[in-house]
């Protein structure tokens, strides 16, 4: 793993304004933060790009080395039992390394459905995105379902078109896709000469020049493309050429060209076609994340001021993970940096509770190695350790004046089981087991009524989010737990007050989470239909904070 935590010392910012010299460092370190996440409906590639960035960020020295798949190779950021088995990530890892001048911070997020909430953290601290597209099927479901989260956030994002060496759709018509499905202008940076079988290349737009695509041994060591002007590809006489010629001529008269004012703004994205398997077009996308993917900027905060980069260090909670190896069993909370600079020791506040927290170690996590962080910027996403007290969507601060970014926005839950307790002596395991699975967000721990259920309610979004809650709590807490579905399917956020309409109403019932959310479920949508239909007062929101349509597809 590249250090990445070698710079000059600065002064420390504690909660005081920093002087211009250490305000001058942090801004240019801040700008040399690339964040991101990496967004696609499960087999695209998204790990086989993953990867492959390592690879070429220098990284790891072999790809393969990152992720586990089905029957597995040895997982180095895969650590649940269910994703060795299973073959998907469900925990997201940063993935922290250099390239050149520039700090990468590559957020991996779940890329199966059932962990969409993990997703919207993720994207929480995400300044971009990069979207990646299988060539042979276009815009897919999920795809359009993470677009849109990462759409509400309006984050930039970069289109990776990848398997080209396969067989698919047209790359007129996947521009097509891209504006007509998500409402996005796409201009092409580079642009493929054939496809499937007889893909060759692509063609830089940029300085016209040609990248030959050859199939070398399967990508797993660095290899440079070759490169040449397009005047000297040799394929004066390939209709291939031709077409890719013609079709360039086409974006070129329609100005597809990248814009950085709406790219920033999220509405034309630039597209990169490649093979990651072939290691193919890897290159440019890393080169893209340095030169065009934005540097982290002022947040806005709850109270509608924007904190500058510059101001005194705050940040916010966007994933806690405990017992992520046998050999550190404790709980790291991930804060994103939104301004000021960390170093160890750093004294904050925590704003939900107003209690002080010392973070006294801080890592950069690699996948399971950890490196310990003197010093941090905006942009990072660091692990903090120890943090038994820090939930997801709580934000640190130094300095006494509140400081509380906007909460990250939640999915009601679609599917719900009561949690049966097996063995009757680990009560003890059984909730603090619940309580701590909840705190990650692994699942939702409901009560009814307020009251403490022996048999609490869970919520999630997805079947695997419960096998993972009945593993995790054997192996883990060592709590047999046996779950029964629950009839709910439809599950609105409401307002605590009005709790009690909900339940004097019949039609539904309230569900109170530990964080403070409340929860109308009904049934079936028609009864959620019909209250709403009753009670015209009551706010029944599909997710907080964000469009309502967002999870629409
Ligand atoms: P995901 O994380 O988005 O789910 O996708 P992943 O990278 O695991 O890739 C899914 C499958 O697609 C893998 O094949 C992978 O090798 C293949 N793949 C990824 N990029 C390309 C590409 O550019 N071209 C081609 N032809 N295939 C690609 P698999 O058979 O499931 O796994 P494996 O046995 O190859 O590892």
Same mark, same amino acid.
């Given at each position: 793993m590249a250090d990445i935590s070698a710079s000059a010392p600065a002064a420390s910012n504690g909660g005081a304004r920093p002087t211009a010299a250490a305000s001058a460092e942090l801004l240019r370190e801040a700008g040399r933060r690339r964040t991101f996440a990496i967004i696609s409906h499960p087999d695209a590639g998204k790990t086989t790009l993953t990867e492959k960035l390592l690879l070429y960020g220098g990284a790891v020295h072999e790809a393969g080395a990152v992720k586990a798949r089905a029957g597995g190779r040895n997982a180095t950021s895969d650590w649940m039992q269910i994703e060795r088995d299973r073959g998907i990530s469900v925990s997201s890892t940063v993935l922290r390394f250099a390239v050149g001048d520039v700090v990468v911070n590559l957020l991996d997020t779940p890329g199966h459905q059932d962990f969409s909430e993990d997703t919207l953290r993720v994207l929480a601290a995400a300044d971009c995105a990069v979207m990646v597209i299988d060539a042979a099927k276009g815009i897919e479901q999920q795809t359009r379902r993470l677009f849109q989260v990462a759409r509400a956030?309006?984050?930039?994002?970069?289109?990776? @078109?990848?398997?080209?060496?396969?067989p698919g759709v047209s790359p007129l018509q996947l521009v097509d896709h891209i504006e007509k499905e998500l409402g996005l202008r796409a201009t092409p940076v580079t642009w493929p000469v054939g496809t499937?079988?007889?893909?060759?290349?692509?063609?830089?737009?940029?300085?016209?020049?040609?990248?030959?695509f050859t199939r070398t041994a399967?990508?797993?060591k660095v290899v440079d493309d070759e490169v040449v002007a397009a005047d000297d590809a040799g394929l004066e006489d390939d209709?291939? %050429?031709?077409?890719?010629?013609?079709?360039?001529?086409? #974006?070129?008269?329609?100005? *597809?060209d990248h814009d950085p004012a709406t790219f920033e703004a999220g509405t034309s994205?630039?597209?990169?076609?490649?093979? /990651? &398997? %072939?290691n193919f077009g890897v290159d440019a996308l890393l080169q /893209?994340?340095?030169?065009? +993917?934005?540097?982290?900027?002022?947040?806005?905060?709850t109270e509608d001021v924007v904190r500058p980069l510059e101001a005194p260090f705050s940040g916010f909670v966007c994933k806690v993970q405990a017992n992520t190896d046998p050999r550190h069993r404790d709980r790291i909370a991930?804060?994103?940096?939104?301004?000021?600079?960390?170093?160890?020791?750093?004294? &904050? #506040?925590?704003?939900?509770?107003?209690?002080?927290?010392? !973070?006294h170690h801080a890592h950069a996590v690699f996948a399971r190695e950890r490196q310990d962080l003197p010093e941090a910027w905006p942009g990072d996403v660091i692990g903090v350790v120890g943090a038994l007290d820090l939930r997801v969507g709580d934000t640190l601060h130094a300095g006494s004046a509140r400081v509380a970014f906007p909460p990250i926005p939640t999915i009601p839950p679609e599917r719900f089981a009561s949690a049966n307790n097996l063995d009757a002596r680990r009560h003890k395991q059984f909730r603090s087991g619940l309580q701590q699975l909840d705190e990650e967000g692994v699942v939702r721990l409901l009560q009814r009524g307020g009251i403490q259920d022996p048999r609490p309610v869970l919520g999630g979004v997805g079947a695997l989010q419960f096998e @993972? @809650?009945?593993?995790? !709590?054997?192996?883990?807490?060592? +709590?047999?737990?046996?779950?029964?579905? #629950?009839?709910?399917? &439809?599950?609105? #956020?409401?307002?605590?007050?009005?709790?009690?309409? &909900?339940?004097?109403?019949?039609?539904? @019932? *309230?569900?109170?989470? /530990?964080?403070?959310?409340?929860? +109308?479920v009904f049934t079936e949508s028609f009864q959620l239909r019909r209250f709403a239909k009753r009670h015209p007062d009551v706010q029944l929101r599909e997710l907080v904070n964000t469009a309502s349509d967002v999870l629409a597809g």
């Open positions: 956030r309006r984050i930039p994002i970069i289109t990776f @078109v990848n398997k080209c060496d396969r499937g079988e007889e893909f060759c290349g692509v063609i830089d737009r940029r300085d016209e020049s040609f990248h030959r399967r990508g797993s209709p291939r %050429w031709a077409t890719a010629r013609e079709e360039v001529e086409l #974006l070129d008269a329609v100005e *597809a994205t630039p597209l990169f076609f490649g093979s /990651a &398997v %072939w /893209a994340l340095q030169e065009i +993917a934005p540097p982290p900027t002022a947040r806005p905060t991930y804060v994103r940096i939104c301004s000021g600079r960390f170093e160890r020791g750093l004294k &904050v #506040l925590n704003s939900r509770t107003g209690r002080p927290f010392t !973070m @993972v @809650v009945v593993q995790r !709590m054997r192996d883990e807490f060592g +709590a047999e737990i046996r779950l029964d579905p #629950l009839p709910w399917s &439809v599950a609105r #956020l409401i307002d605590l007050e009005d709790a009690k309409i &909900v339940e004097g109403d019949g039609a539904g @019932v *309230a569900l109170f989470g /530990a964080d403070g959310a409340v929860f +109308a």
